[in-house]
């Protein structure tokens, strides 16, 4: 990792703790069988996709929950509930970091989200830290629900490259899943994989940059 004056952030298991394990158990209490292929780090049914390009409401995504499990008495907030279990919440010193790292890199925000989940963080956010959202702590933010994109598609690196004039040989980008980072490889960007127990603060202190 040379010359690098752009950083790209992921969300989930970079800033903020999540835990698949969780979604998973969550869905199976439900009624839906094959929960782990049903929702996974590397492997989803196509509605996550969907949600998180924005292409169906949350209407639609917690009507197709009930198809699934077979339960159409199911709540919203029993749906919700499942889905936002694997939303852990944030490592203390996180916020600091990306301020400090902000006064000495263009920094961006790109995830991988859906409207459920980004309300309940824009509320736990807002609840706990008493900030609206997360611009203040980057030069802008990029949340495929609002985009139409999702990683690792290339046009949702394009986006954020082409919006803020960014060289790919200058920005790292740092993820959680080995194909995101192959999808802005593929565009000359510099790439970091985080794996758990490492944590974006030790990574920092480790590389120097």
Do not use: C
């Amino acid at each position: 990792m040379q010359n690098i004056k752009n950083i790209i952030f992921d969300y989930g298991n970079v800033i903020f703790n999540i835990d698949f394990l969780k979604a998973q158990q969550a869905w199976n209490q439900l009624g839906i069988n094959n929960a782990a292929d049903f929702f996974g780090h590397k492997q989803q049914d196509q509605i996550f996709d969907k949600f998180d390009r924005g292409e169906v409401s949350a209407e639609e995504f917690r009507d197709y929950i009930r198809l699934k499990s077979g339960n159409p008495k199911l709540t919203d907030e029993q749906i919700n509930a499942a889905w936002n279990s694997m939303l852990l919440g944030l490592e203390p010193g996180n916020h600091e970091l990306l301020l400090n790292l902000k006064g000495r890199y263009r920094t961006f925000l790109l995830s991988n989200i859906n409207a459920i989940h980004y309300d309940h963080i824009m509320n736990y956010l807002k609840t706990d830290f008493d900030f609206d959202g997360n611009d203040h702590l980057f030069e802008k933010t990029y949340y495929s629900h609002l985009t139409g994109k999702r990683k690792p598609e290339s046009r949702i690196f394009e986006l954020v490259l082409n919006e803020n004039n960014l060289e790919p040989a200058e920005t790292l980008f740092i993820d959680d899943s080995p194909q995101h980072l192959a999808g802005a490889e593929k565009l000359g960007i510099q790439t970091f994989l985080m794996t758990k127990p490492d944590t974006i603060q030790q990574f920092f202190k480790r590389a120097q940059l």
